[in-house]
């Protein structure tokens, strides 16, 4: 059984991946998407997609000067 609370608090954090929430958990990205959406207020799904697109970039653009 999934933990809604568990994965919403996964996927807030900064410092976690999709990759760590599947390895952990079990489930993929799409998932928790749907979860995140189902679970949080319209405009809270919003600014969450909007982070997870920021640190996707953050982490994209960092690795790309190493």
Do not use: C, H
Request: proline share 3%; hydrophobic share 40%; no cysteine.
């Amino acid at each position: 059984m999934i933990n809604i609370n568990e994965v919403i608090e996964m996927a807030w954090s900064d410092d976690i991946t999709f990759s760590d929430i599947e390895r952990e958990i079990g489930i993929k990205e799409p998932e928790v998407k749907r979860i995140m959406q189902a679970n949080l207020k319209p405009s809270s799904y919003k600014l969450w997609r909007k982070r997870v697109r920021w640190i996707k970039e953050k982490k994209k653009k960092s690795n790309n000067f190493l």
